[in-house]
């Protein structure tokens, strides 16, 4: 049992690819009523159908970013392009999912997001798996230069919109970053911000949970909700969690599997 009532609660931290159940069912400005602080992570990638089979189109989840920025204080939303994928398709030519990039930082800035959170692709064994069914599809790892140099690219966008660059679990990239570079580390669960931001206290204690020696700098929180009985439909083929393709329908179909870690919550 985890206490979950606003005296107990610092703040709910929220991740999703699709904020439309939440923006329709009018749950925030009720959380707000009850005394809530609400926190969000809205990972926003590219349009491609392939690696997010599921997701909403980009043009509506560019929406529900507008919605958020104008029920809720902007600096409350980090907008995660999570992770940055490499991979080939058949062809002995290598693609990545960074072709929308420009055109997602250039809606976020209008919202007034200021921070950008990102990462590459964790090649995990149950991933590999899960493409054996896909002919002629692999995830490519391009290397630690090649990841410094799409990073230093990224912060040069970014900043042309007053948006700043942090990464999530990536400390061997960090290291090899120029001295010049403005792109910072970040926490998924920033006690310090969310007391900046909420006022309050709150324990600074780095989540051991998390991994940290990979750099994560997250602070010590708690998950709420199931995977089992949470399910999630996106079925991105680079989902660390998910261990299988599973069946999957829509948002109201009777086939479930088990979910990934978006559309989740914490508390803190």
Known sequence: MVPATPDTVHTLVFWSKNF???????????????????????????????????????????????????????KTINWRFD???????????????????????????????????????????????????IPGFSFVDPGLG??????????????????????????EVMDALPLDSNIHKSSCIPSDFLVEIFGGSLSLRKDTGQRITRGCGCRVSVDIGSYPLHPCYHNC???????????F??????????????NRVRST
């Open 20 to 74: 439309a159940p939440f923006i329709q069912r009018d749950v925030g400005p009720k959380l707000l009523k009850m005394g809530y602080n609400l926190f969000f992570n809205f990972t926003i990638n590219s349009k491609s159908s392939l690696l997010e089979p599921r997701v909403p189109s980009l043009r509506r989840r560019l929406e529900q970013l507008r919605c958020l920025c104008q029920t809720f204080d902007p």
């Open 83 to 133: 992770p940055i994928c490499f991979f080939k398709t058949g062809q002995n030519v290598i693609e990545d999912n960074l072709n929308d990039f420009s055109r997602i930082s250039h809606w976020a800035s209008r919202c007034g997001v200021t921070r950008c959170i990102t990462s590459f692709m964790d090649h995990y064994a149950k991933i590999q798996k899960r493409l054996s069914s």
């Open 146 to 171: 090649k990841k410094v140099e799409i990073l230093l690219k990224m912060e040069k966008v970014l900043a042309e919109k007053n948006l700043d660059l942090y990464t999530c679990c990536e400390k």
């Open 237 to 247: 083929l680079f989902c660390y969690a998910n261990p299988t393709s599973g069946d």
């Open 249 to 262: 329908t829509d948002w109201h179909g009777k086939k479930r599997s088990v979910s990934n870690h978006e």
